[in-house]
């Protein structure tokens, strides 16, 4: 069974530029979920799907960024324009739905490492 | 405010040396606790978890870790590290329940000498 995958695994863009980051989850799993890692930091939730509805966007740092999921598949994360400090590296996870005791775990990607220039 | 304190940003040890990393969280409710580990190039992978029960934890790769609620602490441990367990590992606390985001400590970098 294929993990979660994530595209580009690395990307390099200007400040101003639009950049689109793409993952697809586990198949089956109704929950994908955005995490991002600025240089030195922890790793930060941004935001939870539960099939093609936003769950939890709390995380979400400004309308700079974008985050689709048609059909409840994969999911798309745009930012647009792009500032220096949103460099980092951006993780998507899945997990199923409700689970034993509630309990999902969460099934991450190899991530992708965005630079603003 | 929830969150979770790893203190150690980088260790390093001997092959076959014990390992200890710590974690501190800081949760409203009792929390679901995590190890995750990334090795270069890969995802996180789950170490091991503690929802309840038992507060010593068995995970993959003969690592484990203990609960300890009046230190708010879930520390993980491995009596002989090995060379392929360099890598960086995070502490997590997610909800008492389904879904919900993961809250992440800084990550320690483990580096082994031979």
């Known amino acids: 069974e294929a993990g979660v995958t994530q595209f580009p695994s690395h990307s390099v863009i200007e400040k101003g530029q639009t950049v689109t980051l793409r993952c697809d989850p586990i198949?089956?799993?109704?929950?994908l979920y955005w995490y991002r890692r600025v240089m030195g930091k922890e790793i930060k939730f941004l935001l939870h799907?539960?099939?093609?509805?936003?769950?939890?966007e709390s995380g979400m740092p400004n309308n700079r960024f974008l985050a689709e999921r048609t059909g409840g598949t994969y999911s798309t994360l745009k930012v647009q324009p792009a500032e220096l400090e949103d460099s980092g590296v951006y993780f998507c996870?899945?997990?199923?739905?409700?689970?034993?005791?509630?309990?999902?775990?969460?099934?991450f990607g190899p991530g992708t490492r965005l630079t603003v220039l | 405010a929830q969150s979770v304190t790893q203190p150690d940003i980088h260790i390093t040890v001997s092959e076959g040396a014990s390992l200890e990393l710590r974690c501190n969280y800081s949760?409203?409710?009792?929390?679901?606790l995590f190890w995750y580990v990334q090795s270069p190039g890969q995802g996180l992978q789950l170490l091991l978890k503690?929802?309840?029960?038992?507060?010593l934890v068995q995970g993959i790769k003969g690592f484990e870790a203990e609960f300890k609620r009046s230190q708010s602490s879930f520390n993980l441990r491995k009596p002989s590290v090995h060379w392929s367990d360099a890598a960086e590992y995070f502490c997590?606390?997610?909800?008492?329940?389904?879904?919900?985001?993961?809250?992440f400590g800084q990550g320690t970098e483990l580096s082994v000498k031979p």
């Open positions: 996870a899945s997990s199923q739905g409700r689970g034993l005791a509630g309990y999902n775990e969460q099934f």
């Open positions: 198949s089956g799993h109704d929950n």
């Open positions: 799907f539960v099939k093609e509805s936003k769950q939890d």
């Open positions: 949760y409203g409710a009792t929390p679901y």
């Open positions: 503690y929802f309840s029960g038992d507060t």
């Open positions: 997590a606390v997610g909800p008492n329940g389904p879904g919900g985001k993961l809250i």
